[in-house]
């Protein structure tokens, strides 16, 4: 268990759809960034937070939002969604902003599936 | 953008059989880390290497970082079936905020 929970597991939804991923940090955490794997893409940055705010932008589409909340949980929140955006979403956190040589500890991922 | 690429993309050894595994890019990168992701989980951090040159050693895996610091390689000796996952790199700048992945190499240790 790396500390960071992340629910769904798996999601089974239609194309057009719209679903919540949500993610809570492990503790002492206060930045979380989002990401997606796909087996065409590899792993790919969507989104960071940083206590509340966020701090960098990655290739995140424009029917897909996210936001972190005071208690510092995330919420992805994927719209319209297209048979393309089938993929795992992984959830990170970190102490403290930037990365360098700091530590990223990655969630179970939720396997999202559009049929 | 900057791109990490990773070779071998797949591969497939004998229990006992050394392998590298190589991370490459154009671009300088102020760190690089390996992560190791199995089925069902999310990437692991196994190293992180800043300087140029640096090599660092985990049991039987050896971290090395260019002296350009724009390539890394990960060594494992002796591979065991338990080494088998996804090797990610990812490098990281000062004028980006987040980390850039490599495509991975999936490394299978068949006993």
């Known amino acids: 268990d790396s500390g960071v929970t992340q629910t769904p597991k798996h999601l089974i939804t239609a194309t057009g759809q719209r679903v919540t991923l949500r993610c809570s940090p492990r503790?002492?955490?206060?930045?979380v960034y989002w990401y997606q794997q796909s087996l065409d893409q590899g792993l790919q940055f969507l989104i960071q937070?940083?206590?509340?705010?966020?701090?960098a932008k990655g290739n995140i589409l424009e029917r897909f939002s996210a936001q972190q909340f005071p208690d510092l949980h995330s919420e992805l929140n994927l719209s319209s969604l297209e048979l393309g955006d089938s993929a795992l979403y992984f959830c990170?956190?970190?102490?403290?902003?930037?990365?360098?040589?700091?530590?990223?500890?990655f969630g179970a991922g939720s396997r999202l599936t559009v049929l | 953008t900057q791109l990490l690429e990773q070779s071998p993309q797949f591969l497939s050894i004998q229990e006992g059989e050394n392998l590298t595994v190589y991370c490459n890019s154009s671009?300088?990168?102020?760190?690089l880390q390996w992560y190791r992701q199995e089925p069902g989980e999310g990437p692991v951090l196994l190293v992180t290497v800043v300087t140029g040159g640096e090599v660092k050693k985990l049991k039987r895996l050896t971290f090395q970082f260019g002296d350009a610091r724009k390539d890394s390689s990960l060594h494992i000796t002796a591979a065991q079936p338990g080494d088998t996952g996804l090797y990610l790199c990812a490098g990281s700048s000062g004028s980006a905020r987040q980390l850039t992945f490599g495509s991975g190499t999936q490394l299978t240790v068949l006993p």
């Open positions: 937070y940083y206590n509340g705010e966020e701090r």
């Open positions: 671009s300088v990168f102020s760190s």
């Open positions: 503790s002492g955490d206060l930045s």
């Open positions: 990170a956190s970190s102490l403290r902003v930037g990365i360098g040589a700091n530590v990223l500890t």
